[in-house]
């Protein structure tokens, strides 16, 4: 079983920078993605940002150039340092965890509210 815990969510202004944190513990296999989702109210969940245990990195075109996401393989954590935040970005994030042979294992944290406003 994985357990992932979230951190650094909270109000923003517009143009503003937040770093999230997802710190990861249980049975991790070498093989892994770990990365960012995001929901608004009314939207679907869509992939924000992610990352690969060899470190490769994909990101959503919308957050290309303001967002950046990394990995501490000795604390199983991963960062999502974003900036120049707008008020569209809103939403709740989550953490997710693909791990095992075929990525076949898939893990959700219990989200963080970024709320970017004025």
């Known amino acids: 079983q994985v357990q992932l815990v979230e951190s650094g969510g909270g109000l923003v202004q517009p143009g503003g920078s937040l770093r999230l944190s997802c710190a990861a513990s249980?049975?991790?296999?070498?093989?892994?993605?770990m990365g960012w989702y995001r929901q608004a109210p009314g939207n679907q969940r869509e992939l924000v940002a992610i990352?690969?245990?060899?470190?490769?990195?994909n990101y959503a075109d919308s957050v290309k150039g303001r967002f950046t996401i990394s990995r501490d393989n000795t604390k199983n954590t991963v960062h999502l340092q974003m900036s120049s935040l707008k008020p569209e970005e809103t939403a709740i994030y989550y953490c997710n965890l693909k791990t095992g042979f075929g990525l076949r294992y898939a893990y959700w944290g219990q989200g963080t509210q970024v709320t970017v406003s004025s």
């Open positions: 249980g049975s991790i296999f070498s093989l892994y993605v």
């Open positions: 990352i690969t245990n060899r470190g490769n990195t």
